[in-house]
């Protein structure tokens, strides 16, 4: 069975987390993904992730979770030659992913207009901090200082005056999501649009805007802020309430799993018939439970109250979670099996949902800088004389 993406071709001038993840979830469907860096200053997630010997070399942790099924190509795009690599590469492209400052590449040359003229079916995808308009376009930033702008980070923390950025660089992720999304999107109309690509601009202020969507909506509404409250939502049964050995989280939301939790609990006096009445006896409820919860182990809790379908998990770390049954049941992870590659024995995430006759899947290991370009530079046109000189004057390596 043919992926979704068979027969797509993605060149991914992208660095770091965004743009990379964005490209790397099209490769797991199939695509063939080109990753091209400046063969003197490649993606510096390279040399970031948690073993510093795999740092050392270019093939940090931090690179490797979104590099597979990558194919690398070094280029100079700040040369004549690199250039005009690119812009034969891009003929032969559908897809065109960058996430540099906005302009920059316009700069070059190698801008939607001109590259438009060149491919008309090119979708064109360009990743920044603030968006491609607006008057803070030219402004770069990275997940934290986007959490920060968005007002993402005022409303969270226990609200003790010290924001909290989110544990994980959601809106790095969720900002390749999108992207990757839009990428689909464009490409299912070009099929509808007799073949013309366009331009998509990807904005990660503007992804963290929808992160939030529920609280900006409560606050153009009537102006209240979003505060941070830490693990304290708005209904007493949902929360973190402390058992005897350790935290646990709840869920009971809607009407009909509170009544089961205050039925399970032995205390029917505190079922409520309507969400105001939960919002006004919210101490209460907190009270009462934060009394019962803490009389029998976490464990004991997630397992009695997940039998009578009420959310509930005791706070697990990672190596713990990832050790569950439920992970290990899923396809969520890959682990590479390529002798001799540095990623083999390492453990990736591939995508965060199933296909039945197209499974996303991974088919090649992460791949040091360049490893391709004498490849592909070949399937353009260059032969091996113009190749060696292009890498003796440092255009490629």
Request: hydrophobic letters at 40%; one cysteine or more; a negative charge.
């Amino acid at each position: 069975m043919s992926k979704a993406f068979d027969g797509i071709r993605v060149i991914d001038t992208t660095h770091v987390l965004a743009g990379p993840f964005a490209s790397y979830q099209m490769a797991v469907l199939g695509a063939e993904v080109i990753k091209v860096e400046s063969p003197h200053d490649p993606d510096q997630a390279r040399m970031q992730g948690s073993d510093r010997a795999l740092n050392d070399i270019g093939m940090g942790t931090a690179f490797m979770a979104q590099a597979s099924n990558k194919k690398a190509i070094a280029l100079d795009l700040k040369t004549n030659a690199g250039q005009e690599a690119l812009k034969k590469l891009l003929a032969t492209a559908d897809v065109f992913v960058e996430n540099y400052r906005p302009g920059a590449f316009d700069e070059l040359g190698l801008g939607y207009e001109e590259m438009s003229r060149l491919n008309p079916g090119l979708i064109y995808c360009s990743i920044s901090a603030f968006g491609a308009t607006g008057p803070r376009k030219q402004l770069t930033a990275y997940d934290n200082v986007v959490q920060a702008f968005s007002g993402m980070m005022a409303m969270t923390g226990h609200g003790d005056g010290r924001p909290l950025k989110s544990g994980a660089p959601v809106v790095d992720y969720a900002t390749g999501t999108t992207a990757a999304f839009a990428i689909t999107a464009a490409l299912y109309q070009r099929e509808k649009n007799g073949g013309k690509g366009q331009f998509l601009d990807v904005s990660m202020l503007d992804v963290a805007l929808i992160l939030s969507s529920s609280h900006l909506t409560g606050f153009m509404w009537n102006g209240k802020h979003p505060e941070p409250k830490g693990n304290v939502f708005p209904f007493a049964t949902i929360g973190c309430y402390h058992a005897s050995d350790a935290p646990l989280m709840i869920g009971a939301s809607n009407l009909g799993q509170q009544r089961r939790l205050w039925t399970a609990l032995g205390r029917e006096d505190m079922i409520k018939t309507n969400n105001n009445q939960r919002l006004d006896h919210h101490a209460e409820e907190a009270e009462v439970l934060t009394k019962i919860i803490s009389t029998m182990p976490a464990d004991y809790w997630e397992e009695f109250l997940q039998k009578r379908r009420i959310p509930a998990a005791r706070i697990r770390r990672m190596e713990e979670a990832l050790a569950d049954a439920q992970i290990g049941s899923r396809k969520v992870l890959h682990k590479h099996h390529s002798p001799g590659s540095h990623a083999d024995g390492l453990t990736v995430p591939v995508s965060a949902f199933c296909m039945s006759d197209s499974q996303p899947e991974i088919t090649l290991p992460p791949q040091p800088v360049g490893a391709q370009t004498e490849e592909i530079l070949a399937e353009l046109g260059y032969n091996a004389e113009q190749i060696n000189a292009m890498r003796i004057n440092g255009v490629t390596r």
